[in-house]
């Protein structure tokens, strides 16, 4: 009897833990499972994959929380659709600019001269090269001092030493004609200081016609002093 008392509970434990094993596997795997495709589900939204789903629909805590990362996604998709819709309306508005100012500048007729705070030209029009028969050169990234005049390239440190001047010069430009440089600094703030200078613009002018002008003017003026000179002489 007490063999068999002892086998029965034998058969009673081995039939509970057997039966505990089972249970305790099927509520491991009910967790684990879900667990996993919530890893999977957060992996493919650190990729960006907004349009991807995860079938939990148990009412525990892990159910709660498919359903808040779904919320979550949801949301973070509107927010990039809604940020690429605006990086696409900004840069198509900053290609526009860019069109305009690029067209404004190729038909500038007076020459444009832009240059970084240590001289470096970094744009340019065409007038500019008309000017200084400098169409076969290269100018961009070259120093100014290699390429202009002395006058003319010192006008970019003295922009610097002080942004909120004007600075003008005459200088000689190809073909014996005559042009004037007007040079200012360039600064990413209304009040510039020496942090905020970021380079110097110049624009030049050709002045060679109202050089002529002038001087026609000086030997009108000379001539009819000169020949009324005698006449008034006489008349006095």
Not at 70 to 92: G, I, P
Request: charged share 25%; with cysteine.
């Amino acid at each position: 009897q007490m063999r068999s008392a002892m086998f029965a509970q034998i058969c009673i434990v081995l039939a509970i833990f057997i039966l505990s094993t089972i249970v305790a596997y099927i509520r491991v795997n009910q967790i684990y499972q879900p667990l996993i495709r919530l890893t999977e589900y957060a992996d493919k939204l650190s990729a960006s994959d907004f349009n991807a789903v995860v079938d939990i629909r148990s009412n525990d805590e892990i159910g709660l929380l498919a359903r808040t990362l779904q919320s979550m996604s949801k949301k973070l998709s509107e927010s990039f659709s809604d940020l690429e819709r605006a990086v696409s309306d900004a840069t198509q508005e900053m290609q526009i600019s860019n069109t305009y100012l690029t067209a404004i500048i190729t038909n500038l007729a007076d020459g444009l001269l832009v240059t970084d705070r240590n001289g470096c030209i970094t744009q340019f029009n065409p007038a500019l090269t008309e000017m200084f028969a400098l169409r076969e050169v290269e100018l961009k990234g070259q120093r100014c001092t290699s390429i202009f005049c002395e006058d003319l390239a010192k006008l970019i440190p003295k922009t610097q030493e002080h942004p909120e001047e004007v600075f003008t010069i005459e200088l000689e430009l190809a073909g014996n004609r005559v042009g004037k440089a007007v040079a200012t600094a360039i600064s990413h703030e209304s009040m510039p200081t020496e942090l905020d200078l970021c380079g110097t613009v110049i624009l030049i002018r050709d002045i060679t016609l109202e050089k002529e002008v002038d001087r026609m003017k000086t030997d009108f003026l000379s001539t009819v002093s000169h020949e009324l000179r005698t006449p008034l002489t006489c008349v006095l």
